[in-house]
């Protein structure tokens, strides 16, 4: 086995900027490695100028698999068409940026190929011959040293872990391959698909950003958030959760299927905490945590909790944040 | 209809998480709960159960110690009718490639419709074990499910994904993970609770399962834990109980950071 692959995720026709962040920090293990780096691009309709473009970011192929089925943003041919490049390249390791789909695609991947698997590892060393990565445990309070004891191994790296360059401009051949699809992987299918609609304000550049989650009760718990962040002279962030309920618009949305955010100060109200929404918040200078229920995972990653009623925190807080101003 | 819900038994979210310093594992012989995150698994099942497929079998389906009982009495209680519970000690240390091999041959054993898990576990905070099951078994997966419905032999389900929401259809048997957006999972009313360990329970060896115990446990990981380091960053978390002085202190330690004028 040889040679590194990066799976690199289409988004709107561009590539993603998480998996181009992935794709130059492999190139940063590669050489330390000794081994080089393909990236491996699944899609319909991809244009061959943006592909050849992965060469500036360290690829020295891109082998890309161009297919109708691929474009539906479901993991499973994803899977297959990993599964006919490894036949080809034969690669050591396969690494991706999480996100909904690639998460799944290199855990199928690696069910496959009977590879071990490490999810939302932070960084990536090369140590004696080998990668060794550091997974982050137990709420972010220590580093776990994963390596691999199979031929070939994955990695999901934690998203927003590695941060994309401008890159140096160059590029790299690119190559088409044709995956063998699986039956079982043809029966799931995307059958609608509703864009997210932006109508709130931007809330990515707010210096501080009170959030709200399953724990306000009912949408009409955004209220007393909304009065917090104006008081703060922030805006209003929800989770995933609150967002589906219909409580609150998508376009205030934090973590990863949502925005990635890095306020001075961030309030997460009745929030619990799962590491769909952590890895959107968790760049932010300070966290706050409120939440009744003692045992919110939120409160690992906070610099300060409150385990206590929001519906009395949040006001009082209001008012002395007013009475400051 | 047969629906197996894959559950977790973790540590006590309350309870101080320690790594083994020897064997790099999560020190599981304290307080351990049922994960959290598989509740709302449970509940979407009690739901189809409830509402479109009233002769739905629910199976909890773990991989835990002996001593786990307590939680999968926890799962039957919420609306399990049946446990199978994989214990066996050369299943203890388990990557997630292990753990998934162990459940896919319990799963094999019966002909199971749906497959659902939790969209996480609370303790490793992995995502990635429907992926790493339904591979295993050869079946399609949706996970992140935000809605299920069923219809003609196949599930729909709603998810949201980094571009909006997809709509995704799959032939069943498939395995499905549930998001907590999915719904509010209720609390299991006393009788229920108290009816639990009367329902079948059945506890089985990897040899049982027919699988081979060297591609399992710690000794079949294909991933290895070679130390553990401390991560720069974020210091101590202050926690306090509110005792109406909290958004006060909370306010005073803003001001001392500077993060407030």
């Known amino acids: ?325 | 209809m047969r629906i197996a819900i894959c559950v977790k038994e973790v540590p006590d979210p309350t309870a101080v998480k320690r790594i083994d310093d020897g064997s790099h594992r999560l020190v599981r012989s304290g307080e351990n709960t049922l994960n959290p995150y598989d509740r709302h698994a449970i509940e979407a099942a009690v739901q189809i159960k409830e509402g479109p497929a009233p002769d739905t079998e629910i199976t909890i389906v773990t991989m835990a110690p002996e001593s786990a009982g307590r939680s999968v009495d926890r799962a039957l209680a919420q609306g399990g009718d049946r446990s199978i519970h994989i214990a066996d000690e050369a299943a203890a240390g388990s990557d997630l490639l292990g753990t998934a091999r162990v459940l896919a041959a319990a799963l094999k054993r019966e002909s199971f419709d749906l497959i659902l898990l939790g969209q996480q576990a609370a303790d490793s905070e992995c995502y990635v074990m429907a992926g790493l099951v339904a591979e295993l078994l050869e079946v399609p997966c949706v996970t992140q499910a935000a809605s299920i419905e069923l219809a003609d032999g196949s599930v729909t389900v709603k998810r949201q994904v980094e571009t909006g929401y997809d709509t995704v259809k799959a032939q069943m048997p498939c395995v499905v993970s549930v998001s907590d957006a999915i719904n509010d999972p209720r609390y299991p009313p006393l009788p229920a609770i108290m009816g639990a360990k009367r329902k079948p329970h059945e506890v089985v060896t990897l040899a049982e399962l027919g699988v081979d115990a060297s591609t399992v446990g710690a000794a079949g990981a294909a991933t290895s834990v070679g130390g553990l380091s401390k991560p720069a960053g974020r210091g101590d978390t202050i926690v306090l109980e509110d005792d109406g002085t909290a958004a006060e202190q909370l306010l005073a330690f803003l001001v001392e950071k500077k993060v407030v004028a």
Not at chain 1, 37 to 65: N, W
Not at chain 1, 70 to 91: F, M, N, R
Not at chain 1, 237 to 247: C, E, F, I, N, Y
């Open chain 1, 1 to 325: 086995m040889a040679g590194i692959a990066v799976l690199c995720e289409v988004q709107g026709g561009e590539v993603a900027r998480g998996s181009i962040g992935v794709l130059e920090e492999a190139a940063r293990l590669g050489a330390a490695l000794g081994e080089s780096v393909d990236a491996i691009v699944c899609g319909s309709g991809l244009d061959d100028a943006k592909l050849a473009a992965l060469g500036g970011f360290g690829a020295t192929t891109v082998r890309v698999a161009d297919d109708a089925l691929l474009a539906s943003g479901i993991a499973q041919p994803v899977v297959d068409a990993c599964a006919t490049a490894q036949e080809a390249g034969g690669y050591r390791y396969w690494l991706a940026a999480a996100s909904i789909m690639t998460a799944d695609a290199l855990a199928g991947l690696a069910a496959r190929l009977g590879a071990g698997i490490v999810i939302d590892a932070v960084e990536l060393h090369a140590e004696g011959g080998a990668l060794v990565t550091r997974r982050s445990g137990l709420g972010d309070s220590v580093l776990a040293h994963c390596g691999f004891t199979s031929t070939v191994g994955v990695v999901v790296t934690r998203a927003n872990a590695f941060a994309a360059t401008d890159g140096n401009g160059g590029t790299a051949p690119v190559e088409r391959f044709a995956p063998t699809f699986r039956a079982w992987s043809q029966a799931v299918t995307l059958v609608g698909h509703e864009d997210a609609v932006e109508t709130g304000p931007d809330i990515s550049a707010a210096d501080v950003l009170v959030a709200g989650g399953r724990g306000l009760g009912d949408a009409s718990g955004f209220g007393q958030i909304e009065e917090l962040a104006t008081a703060f002279g922030g805006a209003v962030a929800a989770t995933r959760a609150v967002v589906d309920a219909g409580w609150y618009p998508y376009s205030a949305q934090v973590g990863q299927t949502g925005k990635t955010v890095t306020p001075k100060l961030y309030v997460a109200c009745g929030i619990s905490g799962a590491i769909q929404h952590k890895v959107g918040m968790q760049g932010s200078g300070t966290i706050v945590a409120i939440n009744k229920d003692k045992n919110a995972p939120i409160f690992d990653y906070a610099d300060f909790g409150i385990v206590g009623d929001l519906n009395a925190v949040v006001p009082q807080l209001t008012a002395l944040v007013k009475a400051r101003g």
